[in-house]
């Protein structure tokens, strides 16, 4: 299993909901990774999270809140979002934080904040 | 800083030609890995081929294969017998064992691959 599974593949939400973003492997892999990519960009990193201990916030505004249960999985709450955070957000694992091992994107989810 | 510089922005091929995307870095780390992500409309980033900065070999994964001109701080991908299905964006990425903690993406290149 060399998959990276996120869920959903959609999401519409206005600026008061809260949701979630979910984001699954079974690779055994001890880092994961949130990223944003808006169109036609590439991906900016937002989270690691290194053997489920968050270890780089890219400054980003708390409306974003990564959690990382288990070694397994990694989410990303959302709330009070902001039209302009409308993008396609990308999860990935690797081995090791560190890229000499191959790292594994999931499909993304298309958020659109209305 | 690291940086990464892809200056195609849209390419296209006809199917069974050959393509080379460009890229060149900047960098001051000994050691570092250089790579090529294609991520087509499905919108899932794949791996296409990796260079480790210490192998003086040009990585090659089957139709692809890369330029490696270290001095020159050059990587590009070279295509060939192109098919519809790499149609897609193109990402060159670096990464530097002892002063990056994450991917520097370039802005990237789409290729268009037509019949």
């Known amino acids: 299993d060399t998959e990276v599974t996120q869920t959903p593949k959609h999401l519409v939400m206005g600026m008061t909901n809260k949701k979630s973003l979910k984001c699954e492997q079974h690779m055994g892999h001890r880092a994961m990774y949130w990223y944003k990519q808006k169109a036609k960009k590439p991906p900016e990193l937002m989270f690691v999270y290194s053997y489920e201990k968050l270890s780089i916030n890219e400054s980003v505004p708390s409306r974003f809140s990564p959690e990382c249960p288990n070694s397994s999985l990694l989410n990303l709450h959302l709330h009070a979002l902001q039209p302009e955070d409308s993008a396609l957000y990308l999860c990935a694992s690797s081995l090791t934080p560190e890229f000499d091992t191959e790292a594994f994107f999931g499909q993304g989810t298309r958020l659109t904040v209305v | 800083a690291q940086t990464v510089t892809q200056s195609q922005p849209e390419m296209s091929v006809q199917e069974a030609e050959t393509v080379t995307l460009s890229c060149t870095y900047d960098t001051s780390e000994s050691n570092y890995y250089l790579f090529w992500y294609k991520q087509p409309p499905s919108r899932q980033m794949i791996l296409v081929i990796r260079q480790e900065a210490y192998k003086q070999q040009n990585a090659t994964e089957n139709r692809f294969s890369v330029n490696f001109q270290k001095a020159a701080k050059s990587f590009s991908l070279k295509i060939s017998d192109s098919q519809l299905g790499d149609t897609a964006m193109y990402f060159c990425?670096?990464?530097?064992?002892?002063?990056?903690?994450?991917?520097?993406f370039g802005t990237g290149t789409r290729l268009q691959v037509f019949p």
């Open positions: 990425a670096f990464w530097g064992r002892y002063n990056t903690d994450k991917l520097i």
